[in-house]
């Protein structure tokens, strides 16, 4: 069903309301304010502002070495900080063509995927609970713990690592965490057939979030929109497949599309069930690192001694949660970068917002703000 | 299409010269100046050969104090034939003004915003160019590298940077 | 009881003199025993609600070390230490709020509430005020709250409590209906609206084995059974229906702007309100203090323990559909009740009637 206002009967609209949702809210993932401008509920504007967390991240990385510049990263999507590290050392490799060894190519890429995993879940169970379902989000934490515990464990870090170096990684895996990984993957997958009983396949979720803020492919590819938002409506385009970095190429792995199975394609439910879905795929990705991955080997073998890359500028891209990731580095051959810029993918996905949400209701507005899964520590930087 | 046919395409449509391929900056790069990149824009989003509909991102840089030049830089790809451009527009610091291309690619909104709000440079024909992540009555264009730090805002006293730890 | 409190005033030579003295005597000591039934109710309920979200959800809830100065075992204490806290609260009263009816408000809302509990009878004998049009009565008072809702979202002077006003105002009068439409199955089958004989039309068995509740009478009154639960759920505001204090939408709807005692009486009377909703509920379909098993265990105290049991667990239920479910939208739940819930009551009461006539 669609509440998609006609703009003719225009002439019937009672006065128009502005209101302010934020910046504090229970509802928004961050510091967010929407000036919403309504007509009855139904919105007709919606205007973001942004830069309450603004903690000017690229004019200190330029009084920064490029090691220092690691953990302001971290604090970039400090939901994924695997995914940041691993995207500005993928960046400053490219730079100075470093290469490193496979058994740090495949830590890389499991604690990478431990994050998504990490990331999902939190994006799940956020969107559950703007929806009003109060228990999956619960449930979605709990098993997001075990992974932060996993985390702890090797780096000493719940949330902010400084983990992916450039050149290696800082920690080796400690005696046992191997063994735990598997427990965990274990334990995981069936949890997941536990979070679709409970919330995708729900009746009254499926009609607060099926066919509701569509995002049409062209509209997407326009405002930049990447990552699950993007497959969610229908474009099978995956950075870890279609320009691969790391050694994605060794592993089998699927990337799921929104179909439309529950209204349109491209609604929040399809972008929801595309997170679902990644889920499965990342726990494939994983498993087949761990089973695969050379047990021995220096991790701190590649680390160069002193990180001065030649001149030039790189624009690289990863995967991460949220989308593609990039950093334009623009070097001038000395020790600190002349100009760092994160390309955040959740900036991209909340400027479409405006576009999509017009026509809908206020919590229709906060369920499409959910569904697209923005951290604001990365839109501000 | 590979990077070289790219630029003969461009090449072919605007006259010899126009792109000029820029090395320096990296192999993909190609430079135009701020009137050539308002003709050029449309030309490689509508060409079916080149079709570059997805802005990857667009970067505001100081060239440094000796230049005196500040820069954008546009980060394109196509989703349709797979291929990346990244395009060089150079614009004096005294006057920095580029066209704009929010109505091509819709992520330029905010993109341009954004490198207005940190360098100043503006961006010609944008419907709506203010701040985004700096308040609206901030001074100076932090990103620049001659931006000198101000003591107060609104009566707030601002922290001189420190030397070393403390 | 009041009639119960006016026999005994007739005995008392001074107070029998003067009427108007020991009709108000008598209602004041009737309505005593409801208020503190409600605010007990709301203790328990509070405490159990938040332990049985916590085991829900996989978490322990308010736990205590041990008896002392901590929340005790099981963290009893812990509802204590909020009451007195709320008690003991700064009274705001935003600035520009209309402060008449800001005060007003919460107030009208625990009287709807108050006055509905006083036709809600426990057993055969314990009841504050004997109606016989029992139902009736209970679904009327239930209208009252309305107005406090409404009061409440106004007089805070903010858009979003406007928000949360209008859209439960909306919701409780439109879900009366179907209440009141699939509680008239009962009443058919019975023949009268008051209480005692609907629960003495349940007597006895059916089926040999089953007792003869409403609920297990006809396919159609099981139907009731669940139309009018719902319904109610909808009337008390709970998810899946909690729109107007939609938690991470309007940050608490209409009472947003209240604090401390005032915000502590709009979650006592939504406590109250889900006991009267059980209440009814088990009294109609349930067979209100008759015990499950049909012969045993009746009468007097074991009537009131039935019946409370009943209700309770028809509480827990409405508990267990909170941490459950996500909520409806607005649009969504008025579609649900108008284009859904009504046609349904109407048909349930033609297919009760039907059964009576013909098949029984």
């Known amino acids: 069903m669609g509440v998609a206002v006609d703009k003719e009967l225009g002439a019937v609209h009672g006065e128009e309301m502005t209101l302010n949702i934020g910046p504090q809210h229970p509802s928004t993932h961050g510091v967010l304010r929407l000036k919403v401008k309504t007509d009855g509920e139904i919105i007709t504007e919606i205007i973001p502002y942004i830069g309450y967390l603004h903690r000017c991240f690229e004019k200190h990385c330029e009084n920064l070495t490029y090691e220092q510049a690691i953990p302001f990263t971290d604090r970039c999507d400090y939901i994924g900080s695997m995914n940041n590290n691993f995207g500005y050392a993928v960046a400053v490799e490219q730079l100075m063509d470093i290469t490193i060894s496979e058994k740090v190519e495949y830590m890389r890429i499991i604690v990478a995927e431990m994050n998504r995993l990490a990331s999902h879940l939190l994006a799940i169970g956020t969107f559950g609970l703007d929806v009003g379902a109060f228990t999956p989000f619960l449930y979605c934490f709990r098993d997001r713990e075990r992974i932060l515990d996993l985390f702890e464990m090797l780096c000493g870090a719940r949330l902010l690592y400084n983990y992916i170096w450039i050149g290696g990684v800082s920690h080796d895996f400690p005696v046992g965490w191997v063994e735990k990984t598997y427990d965990f993957l274990d334990y995981f997958e069936p949890k997941i057939s536990e979070y679709n009983q409970l919330l995708t396949y729900n ?46 190429d060794r592993f089998d792995f699927d990337v799921p599309i929104g179909t439309g199975a529950m209204g349109s394609v491209g609604d929040c439910w399809d972008r929801y069930y595309v997170r679902v879905r990644e889920l499965e795929e990342s726990v494939k990705i994983i498993r087949q690192a761990l089973d695969a991955m050379p047990r021995d080997g220096d991790v701190h073998a590649a680390l160069p001694k002193k990180i001065r890359p030649k001149a030039g500028h790189v624009y690289s891209r990863t995967e991460s949660p949220r989308g593609d990731l990039g950093f334009y580095i623009a070097s001038d051959g000395s020790d600190t970068p002349s100009r760092l810029k994160m390309r955040s993918p959740a900036f991209t996905a909340l400027s479409c917002l405006d576009e999509i949400a017009r026509g809908w209701m206020i919590s229709d507005v906060i369920a499409i703000l959910g569904s697209l899964d923005i951290v604001l520590g990365e839109i501000d930087r | 299409m590979n990077f070289a046919g790219i630029v003969e395409e461009i090449n072919t449509r605007f006259g010899d010269g126009f792109a000029v391929v820029d090395e320096e900056v990296s192999l993909r ?124 805002y609104r009566g707030i006293v601002v922290d001189k940077m420190k030397e070393g730890w403390e | 009881m009041v009639d119960f409190f006016l026999d005994t005033f007739s005995g008392i030579g001074w107070l029998s003199s003067s009427p108007n003295l020991s009709f108000f005597l008598a209602v004041t000591l009737a309505g005593l025993p409801i208020f503190l039934f409600m605010a007990l109710n709301a203790l328990v309920a509070v405490y159990a609600e938040r332990k049985v979200s916590a085991f829900m959800q996989d978490r322990l809830g308010p736990m205590g070390q041990g008896v002392g100065l901590h929340a005790g075992k099981w963290g009893m204490l812990q509802t204590a230490a909020d009451a007195v806290k709320l008690l003991t609260k700064e009274d705001i009263i935003p600035a520009s709020a209309d402060r008449k009816l800001f005060v007003l408000a919460p107030f009208i809302l625990f009287v709807g509430s108050f006055v509905a509990f006083a036709g809600l009878p426990f057993n055969e004998y314990v009841v504050a005020a004997d109606f016989n049009l029992g139902i009736y009565y209970i679904l009327a008072m239930g209208s009252v709250g309305v107005i406090g809702v409404i009061l409440a979202g106004y007089s805070s002077n903010n858009k979003w409590s406007l928000y949360g006003a209008m859209r439960s105002a909306a919701q409780i009068v439109s879900y009366e209906i179907p209440a009141g439409l699939s509680l008239l199955a009962v009443i058919m089958l019975t023949g009268s609206l008051a209480f005692r004989d609907i629960v003495a039309a349940q007597t006895g068995t059916t089926l040999a084995v089953l007792p003869n509740w409403f609920i297990f009478d006809n396919p159609f009154t099981f139907f009731a059974f669940w139309l009018f639960f719902i319904a109610g759920i909808a009337e008390v505001n709970r998810t899946p229906f909690d729109l107007p204090e939609a938690e991470s939408e309007l940050v608490a709807g209409f009472h947003t702007e209240y604090s401390g005692m005032r915000w502590s009486f709009f979650f006592l009377t ?10 009814v509920a088990a009294l109609a379909f349930l067979g209100g203090w008759l015990s499950p098993i049909p012969g045993y265990f009746e009468g007097g105290l074991w009537g009131i323990f039935w019946f409370m049991s009943k209700a309770m667990f028809l509480i827990f239920v409405m508990m267990w559909f909170r941490w459950t479910f996500p909520r409806l939208r607005t649009d969504q739940l008025m579609r649900m009740c108008w284009k859904f819930f009504m046609p349904a009551s109407f048909l349930t009461i033609v297919g009760v009637g039907i059964w009576d006539l013909f098949i029984r």
């Open chain 2, 29 to 152: 790069t190609v430079r135009v100046s701020p009137e050539q990149w308002g003709e050029l824009a449309p030309f490689l989003c509508e060409e079916d050969s080149l079709s570059f509909d997805a802005m990857m991102c667009i970067t505001g840089i100081d060239e440094g104090e000796e230049s005196k030049n500040l820069a954008v830089v546009y980060n394109l790809h196509s989703m349709k034939h797979n291929h990346k451009l990244e395009v060089y527009v150079p614009t004096p610091r005294a006057l920095p003004k580029v066209p704009s291309v929010e109505q091509i690619w819709r992520i330029a909104d905010w993109f341009e915003r954004e490198t207005y709000d940190m360098f100043g440079i503006e961006f010609e024909g944008h419907r709506d160019l203010r701040r985004i992540l700096l308040p609206s009555d901030w001074d100076g264009y932090p990103l620049r590298k001659d931006y000198k730090f101000p003591d107060t």
């Open chain 1, 203 to 248: 009746k009254i979720f499926i009609e607060r979030s099926a066919d509701v803020g569509v995002i049409p492919s062209e509209v997407a590819i326009s405002y930049g929109v990447t990552g699950p938002n993007l497959r969610g409506s229908g474009i099978r385009w995956d950075l870890r497949k279609d320009e691969v970095y790391g050694i994605y």
């Open chain 3, 270 to 279: 939504e406590y109250a309100n889900m006991f009267i909703v059980a209440g």
